[in-house]
């Protein structure tokens, strides 16, 4: 028998989520990478620490993005890949639904610096899917993402992660 129904919290929705997008480190890393991928870039470092569970530096020299679309990234099933009915049923990237980024984010501390075109570049500071600082950045081009503390915010998570060997 159901005492009572109520509605989640947009965090707790957020952190359910990312129970089905990020699992462990890898799967951050997955996510980061196919975003790369989509934006076209030719070039992607990668910087892992404590195997991605300390922290997850993705640099990329792909399209980047303007201000407000970085921000809208962060927003749960907010997306460039699809519009309407007929782009769903033509996906042609490897990442689309808009939930890599607000699941992570609401289990991580987000450094992302990005620059479109000869736009200005912008940094948005997250910590557990809350903006917390958003600026003009210096960046040359492309994606700079940082991930830091991964499951900082879930114990419960995080005590499942394997220890580090």
């Known amino acids: 028998m159901i005492n009572k129904v109520i509605k989640l919290n947009d965090n707790l929705i957020n952190q359910i989520a990312a129970g089905e997008v990020v699992d462990n480190p890898s799967s951050v890393l997955k996510e980061l990478i196919e ?3 989509d934006a076209k870039s030719k070039s992607i470092d990668i910087y892992i620490e404590n195997g991605g569970k300390k922290s997850i530096l993705i640099n990329d020299d792909g399209h980047g993005m303007h201000e407000k679309d970085l921000v809208n990234a962060f927003e749960r099933f907010a997306t460039s890949k699809i519009e309407n009915q ?10 689309f639904r808009g939930e890599a980024l607000p699941s992570i984010a609401s289990v991580s501390q987000i450094l992302i610096k990005s620059k479109y075109k000869s736009n200005t570049g912008h ?19 492309g ?3 940082l991930v830091k503390n991964l499951f900082y915010n879930v114990p419960a998570r995080l005590k499942f992660l394997k220890k580090r060997q």
């Open 143 to 145: 994606t700079s993402i």
């Open 123 to 141: 940094q948005l500071n997250i910590e557990g899917g809350k903006l917390v600082n958003s600026k003009p950045d210096s960046i040359d081009k």
């Open 86 to 95: 007929k782009d769903l049923e033509n996906i042609c990237t490897l990442g």
């Open 35 to 37: 975003n790369s991928i």
